[in-house]
Each structure stands twice: as structure tokens, then as C-alpha cells.
């Protein structure tokens, strides 16, 4: 991925999410650490089924996947996404990198964006794990759709897997 933000590391601050221009489309990042172990965590974040938990209720997100997706390179998780309260988005993904318990990168290759590549990783803090979100993205409708729609959407949604995220695990200091 190109990286437009300081590399991860042990100790790196906390980041809200933040999204930024890049050429041909944007890039979001997130940084939340919680006082949990690496393994729980990735355990937590590797089972699709969390996503619900993590996303808001205004997006309407439903996993279509029948029973439990062997999550590896080259799984897929098919996703229904209902937003604005109306419109039925199907959003497909392909797991593009598994690096258990570290890393995982999720391609979208079907649904809303022009082009989506969500790095999901994980930094062993000790008594701790920073957890990082780091999505590549592009929208039909270029700057304007981002600006009127996409941006305060994805803000939404990142600040509010971050704040799902410290409740179900609490926050850690470094």
C-alpha cells in the first residue's frame, strides 16, 4: 500500500480516523490500542460474522455467507449493505492477505467503491495491541460524491468501530 502516513510500529500514537487526497482516490487511517492480547484480538477481527458488531446499524450490514467462512488467502465474504435507509448495496471482498496473527488485507471485488484495499493490521504491545486500519480507496463520482457523501460516511463508520472497539476491550496506555 502506499503509504502517505508514518509507518506502523510498537508505540506509535493512537491515530482518529483520518482520511486524506492521494492521486486517484483517498486514503484512510485509524489507529485504536486496546489492553489485549495480539491473538485475542486477530481471533476477534478475523471472524466476519464481528463486522455487524463493528459497523453502525444505519448501514444495514449483513453478512450473506452461509455458515462460517475459513478466513485465508483467497476466502471471499459477501456482505449486503442497506444504506440510506433504502438503497441494497451487495459488497463482495476477497481476503488478498492473511499474515495470522499481524496482518490481513481485504479486496473489494464487487460493490460501491471504484476500487477498495483494507489493510487490517496488528502490533504485539506486550500488555497490548494496536490495532490498525488502513483502507485505499476510489469513488465513482470523484471529488464531489466524496465530498457530499463518501467522507462523512466512512468518518461515521471508522469512529464508530473505534469507539465499539475501546468498549468491548477499554483503552491502553503506552
Not at 15 to 41: A, C, F, H, M
Request: neutral net charge.
Amino acid at each position: 500500500m502506499d503509504a502517505s502516513f508514518p509507518d506502523l510500529a510498537v508505540g506509535i500514537p493512537e491515530l482518529p480516523t483520518t482520511i486524506v487526497r492521494t492521486r486517484g482516490g483517498y486514503e484512510l487511517l485509524s489507529r485504536v490500542r486496546v489492553p489485549r492480547p495480539i491473538d485475542e484480538v486477530f481471533t476477534f477481527f478475523s471472524n466476519p460474522r464481528n463486522l455487524q458488531e463493528l459497523t453502525p446499524d444505519h448501514v444495514g450490514f449483513r453478512i450473506l455467507n452461509e455458515g462460517e467462512v475459513e478466513m485465508k488467502e483467497g476466502a471471499t465474504v459477501n456482505c449486503l449493505l442497506t444504506v440510506y435507509g433504502f438503497v441494497s448495496i451487495k459488497w463482495d471482498c476477497l481476503i488478498q492477505h492473511w499474515e495470522p496473527p499481524h496482518r490481513f488485507v481485504d479486496i473489494q471485488t464487487k460493490g460501491p467503491f471504484r476500487s477498495w484495499v483494507h489493510e487490517h493490521a496488528f502490533v504485539d504491545e506486550g500488555g497490548s495491541t494496536l490495532i490498525q486500519d488502513h483502507v485505499q480507496y476510489r469513488v465513482p463520482g470523484g471529488r464531489l460524491a466524496h465530498a457530499l457523501f463518501v467522507k462523512r460516511d466512512q468518518l461515521k463508520v471508522f469512529n464508530h468501530r473505534a469507539r465499539v472497539i475501546r468498549e468491548r476491550w477499554g483503552t491502553a496506555e503506552i
